[in-house]
């Protein structure tokens, strides 16, 4: 197909461009730009001023310029393939500039003293002198008039690349076909919307991103890309929650006196003012059959689990069956144990299900789910698995919610459809997310836009502050010698260290020299005291032993990996050192500290680290300045953005191009309002008018966010 006729699509293979080198349409073609609408969407991550030609003495530091003058002297540097070609150019001014291009020797042969070259590039000082490293150029003809001076600057694309195809060549590519191909880009956006918003047309957005005509029309098209990005996700996220609330059914699990009283009967200790307040915001979403879809985020140790479990009683109180799933087996198996603990004595039938449990008893739990005889079960993402089916699944608890995605919440969101609920009496269970790592306003917007949100705000009364401190790995010894002192006090202590034993961090020469569980348990810091090992290679059985005894107050001291960093609550535990600390996130660092100071004595923790980077010095600071988990996730965010902070990988995470939620934070605040509207008048999107934004909503966020069932 010929580019050059009215015949072009977007669909258009850019191998089948004239001009466009076969390899280089296919090294493209390799990063996700095969054909003419992704190399339109294949946007610039940077834009440079080339600036108008000039003399050598006018020349700027960290300038990107054009200079023409006369090769004074040439040398190569080095040997092979990396030698370094040297040039001198010198321009009638008397103006000198130094030239290098790296690995380039074959340059010998086609630049020598005497040739007069116009150069382009970057230009840096050198000393007392300037250089332009890697420079194009162009080669002036003595039999020919000089070319005319570039008099105007010149404000360019720089493209994202891969190796063998250069910013420079996607550019050539994006000006054969850019045109032709924006006339075929139709916009989602209704123009009254644009007009309201100031936004220009989405092919103008386009066109000032590949060919600005300045720097002004680059932040106009970003605007308006970034606001599509957020907009489109908002779509999703309110449709996804009319087709919730319009079209399914929960179960309506009204408040009464019996189950209240039986639920508080339960509960271990009196509930904070916080804690009251959220389970009131449950409890009333529970009574209505509109299925609730709520956050519960909550400092460590405000008493989440208490919260959850009100939830669930609630079901069972009625009749029907609840389910909590954790993102490891460990929180698994500590949730079955305190929650078993508090139900000690009722008539509530609680399972664990997870991976790695036995054959046998996991055919019984099944079993126990099918016919209803199991009440609560509480496991891991085993609970999504094929074989699990429930009689009547009403209330469905995602621990640590930032670890799952919206994809898993929807596939245990599904298991309470099961048949024997009865006919028309529901078809999807209420859903309660927790998580102990506080979400900015922003983010929770973002990421968890379709779930209203409820905080515990407050530490139950008693609970003080963890006192934070940071050592250097030679203050070891000194550090080692006060937890003995705790220790012969009669108080507990955590080590954790980021290995088990050096054949789990011989991968990687970065890794050789950490502590790990098997040093600390042969170092001897702490002989003569009763000292334990707990990681994720245990098996069930004897972590569950290992923490009863260390929960008893047989074991002193508990040396273990990250696997404590939720969900182990020892109230005697009031010391922990966390080894190499720099290695950590703030967020995992502040769950850490948080399972110590659970009982009535005060907390310690001791960060030993070595930071070499200026982010780890901060994030070390930051945890040794604050004990407020929402603070530190302000500023963890703020560190690293969303996507490091929830795992790019994690399905969860909406696949933004440009778009930063806290950056953006106002256009994402836009784009919210305009799709709560947008979706109010039209839930499904139906019909020709919305038909293209329907479209591309569902080929962007369809998958991950689940739309498919929706309209």
Same mark, same amino acid.
């Given at each position: 197909?010929?580019?050059?006729?009215?015949?072009i699509?977007?669909t258009t293979?850019?191998?089948?461009?004239?001009?466009?080198?076969?390899?280089?349409?296919?090294?493209?073609?390799?990063?996700?730009?095969?054909?003419?609408?992704?190399?339109?969407?294949?946007?610039?991550?940077?834009?440079e001023?080339? /600036?108008?030609?000039?003399?050598?003495?006018?020349?700027?530091?960290?300038?990107?310029?054009?200079?023409?003058?006369?090769?004074?002297?040439? %040398?190569?540097?080095?040997?092979g393939?990396?030698?370094?070609?040297?040039?001198?150019?010198?321009?009638?001014?008397?103006? /000198?500039?130094?030239?290098?291009?790296?690995?380039?020797?074959?340059?010998?042969?086609?630049? @020598?003293p005497g040739?007069?070259?116009r150069?382009?590039?970057?230009?840096?000082? %050198?000393?007392?002198?300037?250089?332009?490293?890697?420079?194009?150029?162009?080669?002036?003809?003595?039999?020919?008039?000089?070319?005319?001076?570039h008099?105007?600057d010149?404000?360019?694309?720089?493209?994202?690349?891969?190796e063998?195809v250069?910013?420079?060549?996607?550019?050539?590519?994006?000006?054969?076909?850019?045109?032709k191909?924006?006339? !075929?880009?139709?916009?989602?956006?209704?123009?009254?919307?644009?007009?309201?918003?100031?936004?220009?047309?989405?092919?103008?957005?386009?066109?000032?991103?590949?060919?600005?005509?300045?720097?002004?029309?680059?932040?106009?098209?970003?605007?308006?890309?970034?606001?599509d990005?957020?907009?489109?996700?908002? +779509?999703?996220?309110?449709?996804?929650?009319?087709?919730?609330?319009?079209t399914?059914?929960?179960?309506?699990?009204? %408040?009464?006196?019996?189950?209240?009283?039986?639920?508080?009967?339960?509960?271990?200790?009196?509930?904070?003012?916080?804690?009251?307040?959220?389970?009131?915001?449950?409890?009333?979403?529970?009574?209505?059959?509109?299925?609730?879809?709520?956050?519960?985020?909550?400092?460590?140790?405000?008493?989440?689990?208490?919260?959850?479990?009100?939830?669930?009683?609630r079901?069972?109180?009625?009749?029907?069956?609840?389910?909590?799933?954790?993102?490891?087996?460990i929180?698994?198996?500590? @949730?079955?144990?305190?929650?078993?603990?508090?139900?000690e004595?009722?008539?509530?039938?609680?399972?664990?299900l997870?991976?790695?449990?036995?054959?046998?008893?996991?055919?019984?739990t099944?079993?126990?789910?099918?016919?209803?005889?199991?009440?609560?079960v509480?496991?891991?993402?085993?609970?999504?698995?094929?074989?699990?089916?429930?009689?009547?699944?009403?209330?469905?608890?995602?621990?640590?919610?930032?670890?799952?995605?919206v994809?898993q919440?929807a596939?245990? %969101?599904?298991?309470?459809?099961?048949a024997?609920?009865?006919?028309?009496?529901?078809?999807?269970?209420?859903?309660?997310?927790?998580?102990?790592?506080?979400?900015?306003?922003?983010?929770?917007?973002?990421?968890?836009?379709?779930?209203?949100?409820?905080?515990?705000?407050?530490?139950?009364?008693?609970?003080?502050?963890?006192?934070?401190?940071?050592?250097?790995?030679?203050?070891?010894?000194?550090?080692?010698?006060?937890?003995?002192?705790?220790?012969?006090?009669g108080? !507990?202590?955590?080590?954790?260290?980021?290995?088990?034993?050096?054949?789990s961090?011989?991968?990687?020469?970065?890794?050789?020299?950490?502590?790990?569980?098997?040093?600390?348990?042969?170092?001897?810091?702490?002989?003569?005291?009763?000292?334990?090992?707990?990681?994720?290679?245990?098996? /069930?059985?004897t972590?569950?032993?290992?923490?009863?005894?260390?929960?008893?107050g047989?074991?002193?001291? +508990?040396?273990?990996?990250?696997?404590?960093?939720?969900?182990?609550?020892?109230?005697?535990a009031?010391?922990?050192?966390?080894? @190499?600390?720099?290695?950590?996130?703030?967020? !995992?660092?502040?769950? +850490?500290?948080?399972?110590?100071?659970?009982?009535?004595?005060?907390?310690?923790?001791?960060?030993?680290?070595d930071?070499?980077?200026?982010?780890?010095?901060q994030?070390?600071?930051?945890?040794?300045?604050?004990?407020?988990?929402?603070?530190?996730?302000?500023r963890?965010?703020?560190?690293?953005?969303?996507?490091?902070?929830?795992?790019?990988r994690?399905?969860?995470?909406?696949?933004?191009?440009?778009a930063?939620?806290?950056?953006?934070?106002?256009?994402l605040d836009?784009? /919210?309002?305009?799709?709560a509207?947008?979706?109010?008048?039209?839930?499904?999107?139906a019909?020709?008018?919305?038909?293209?934004?329907r479209?591309?909503?569902?080929?962007?966020?369809?998958?991950?966010?689940?739309l498919?069932?929706?309209?």
């Amino acid at each position: 197909m010929s580019a050059d006729t009215a015949a072009i699509a977007l669909t258009t293979p850019l191998r089948d461009i004239p001009g466009v080198r076969r390899e280089h349409a296919d090294k493209l073609a390799r990063i996700g730009v095969p054909n003419i609408g992704h190399l339109i969407a294949h946007l610039p991550h940077r834009h440079e001023w080339i /600036r108008a030609e000039a003399s050598i003495e006018d020349l700027m530091p960290d300038s990107v310029a054009s200079v023409r003058g006369e090769i004074t002297a040439c %040398r190569t540097a080095g040997f092979g393939h990396k030698a370094r070609f040297e040039a001198v150019m010198m321009d009638p001014g008397g103006g /000198r500039l130094d030239l290098v291009w790296f690995n380039q020797p074959y340059l010998r042969g086609k630049i @020598h003293p005497g040739m007069r070259l116009r150069v382009q590039g970057k230009v840096v000082r %050198r000393g007392y002198a300037m250089q332009m490293a890697n420079a194009k150029f162009e080669v002036l003809d003595a039999a020919r008039p000089d070319p005319e001076h570039h008099a105007d600057d010149d404000y360019r694309p720089v493209y994202p690349v891969t190796e063998g195809v250069t910013s420079d060549q996607v550019r050539a590519i994006v000006d054969k076909v850019l045109f032709k191909g924006l006339a !075929q880009v139709d916009d989602h956006l209704p123009e009254e919307l644009r007009r309201e918003r100031s936004m220009p047309a989405l092919r103008d957005a386009y066109r000032m991103m590949h060919q600005p005509k300045g720097e002004e029309e680059v932040k106009s098209a970003r605007r308006r890309l970034i606001y599509d990005e957020l907009l489109l996700f908002q +779509l999703g996220v309110h449709m996804k929650r009319a087709h919730l609330r319009q079209t399914m059914k929960a179960p309506a699990l009204a %408040r009464t006196d019996s189950i209240e009283q039986r639920i508080r009967e339960r509960m271990p200790f009196e509930l904070t003012g916080a804690q009251q307040r959220v389970v009131g915001e449950i409890a009333g979403d529970l009574a209505l059959d509109v299925p609730m879809n709520r956050l519960v985020q909550g400092d460590v140790g405000s008493g989440k689990t208490v919260v959850a479990l009100d939830a669930m009683l609630r079901a069972i109180g009625h009749g029907h069956q609840a389910a909590l799933m954790a993102p490891t087996e460990i929180l698994a198996e500590q @949730h079955f144990l305190s929650m078993s603990a508090m139900l000690e004595g009722s008539s509530v039938r609680i399972a664990l299900l997870t991976g790695n449990l036995p054959a046998e008893e996991r055919v019984r739990t099944l079993a126990g789910l099918a016919d209803g005889s199991v009440d609560l079960v509480i496991g891991t993402h085993a609970l999504i698995g094929d074989q699990v089916a429930f009689k009547s699944l009403a209330v469905v608890v995602i621990d640590e919610q930032h670890r799952f995605g919206v994809e898993q919440r929807a596939k245990l %969101r599904v298991k309470g459809s099961a048949a024997d609920a009865g006919a028309g009496e529901f078809d999807t269970p209420h859903v309660l997310v927790m998580t102990a790592t506080p979400i900015p306003r922003t983010i929770g917007l973002t990421l968890f836009g379709d779930l209203d949100i409820s905080t515990i705000d407050a530490l139950p009364p008693g609970r003080t502050p963890v006192a934070t401190r940071t050592v250097t790995s030679e203050r070891r010894g000194e550090v080692y010698r006060w937890v003995r002192t705790k220790l012969d006090a009669g108080e !507990q202590a955590y080590i954790v260290v980021p290995a088990i034993d050096t054949g789990s961090a011989s991968g990687d020469d970065s890794l050789r020299d950490l502590r790990t569980v098997q040093q600390e348990l042969e170092g001897g810091e702490l002989s003569g005291k009763r000292v334990a090992a707990l990681h994720g290679r245990l098996k /069930r059985e004897t972590r569950e032993h290992i923490m009863a005894r260390f929960r008893a107050g047989s074991i002193d001291a +508990l040396v273990a990996t990250t696997v404590i960093e939720v969900g182990v609550d020892v109230p005697n535990a009031t010391v922990i050192i966390i080894e @190499h600390a720099d290695r950590f996130g703030l967020a !995992q660092l502040h769950q +850490l500290r948080g399972r110590v100071g659970r009982g009535g004595k005060p907390g310690a923790c001791v960060l030993v680290a070595d930071p070499k980077t200026d982010d780890a010095v901060q994030r070390i600071s930051t945890m040794c300045e604050t004990t407020s988990g929402f603070e530190l996730a302000e500023r963890d965010f703020a560190l690293r953005g969303a996507g490091d902070v929830f795992g790019t990988r994690q399905s969860g995470v909406p696949p933004f191009r440009i778009a930063d939620p806290l950056r953006d934070a106002a256009l994402l605040d836009q784009a /919210r309002r305009d799709a709560a509207v947008w979706i109010g008048a039209n839930p499904t999107l139906a019909g020709d008018a919305d038909a293209l934004v329907r479209r591309r909503l569902i080929k962007t966020h369809g998958p991950w966010l689940g739309l498919g069932d929706v309209g």
